[in-house]
C-alpha cells in the first residue's frame, strides 16, 4: 500500500504531536533551595494513601542509588484543600534527616468514587523552620496502599 501525500503528511504530523506531548509529561522534582539546584538521581516511587471522608492521609516516596526520602501528609479536603500535618524522613547512606513539610499549593481532584488526584508544591522544612527542599509533585494519582500496609498518619 503507497500512502499519498496527504496521508503521509497526516501520518507526520500525528507522530510529531505524539512525541511532543510524551515528551513535555511533567514529572515530580526535588530542589535543594540552598544551592538552588534540582537534585536528578530521584524518582518518584509511589504515591499512595485512602480517602477517608474529608482526610485524604498520603504517602509519597522518592529513592535514589543510596538514599530514600519519605513524605507522609495529611490533607483536609474541602475548598480549598489544604495540607493540615506533614512529616518527612531522608535517609542516606550515614545520615537521616526529619523534620516538618509545608504546602505552598495544594491540587486535588475527585476521589470520591475513584483514586484521587493530588498535586502541589511542598517544602521540606530544617528544624528552625526554614525552607531547605523544595518538592514539586504534579497531578497525579494516588494509588491506594497494599493490603497489609499501615495506614499513614504523620504526626503532629
Known amino acids: 500500500m503507497i500512502l499519498s501525500p496527504k496521508r503521509l503528511s497526516l501520518l507526520v504530523c500525528s507522530a510529531f504531536f505524539l512525541l511532543s506531548y510524551c515528551r513535555n509529561i511533567e514529572e515530580a522534582t526535588i530542589e535543594n533551595l540552598q544551592e ?12 499512595a494513601g485512602r480517602r477517608d471522608g474529608d482526610r485524604l492521609p498520603v504517602r509519597l516516596v522518592f529513592e535514589a542509588p543510596s538514599s530514600t526520602l519519605r ?11 489544604r495540607l493540615e500535618s506533614g512529616q518527612y524522613r531522608w535517609e542516606g547512606q550515614d545520615e ?4 516538618r513539610v ?9 476521589g470520591q468514587s475513584d483514586n484521587p488526584n493530588l498535586g502541589g508544591v511542598f517544602q521540606l522544612l530544617s528544624a528552625s523552620g526554614d525552607p ?7 497531578t497525579s494519582e494516588v494509588k491506594r496502599p497494599e493490603i497489609g500496609t499501615p495506614r499513614v498518619v504523620p504526626a503532629h
Open 96 to 99: 537521616v534527616l526529619e523534620g
Open 71 to 81: 513524605l507522609d501528609l495529611l490533607f483536609r479536603i474541602g475548598v480549598p484543600t
Open 132 to 138: 531547605i527542599y523544595q518538592v514539586t509533585l504534579p
Open 36 to 47: 538552588e539546584s534540582t537534585l536528578t538521581d530521584y524518582q518518584m516511587i509511589s504515591l
Open 102 to 110: 509545608r504546602a505552598s499549593s495544594v491540587t486535588f481532584l475527585g
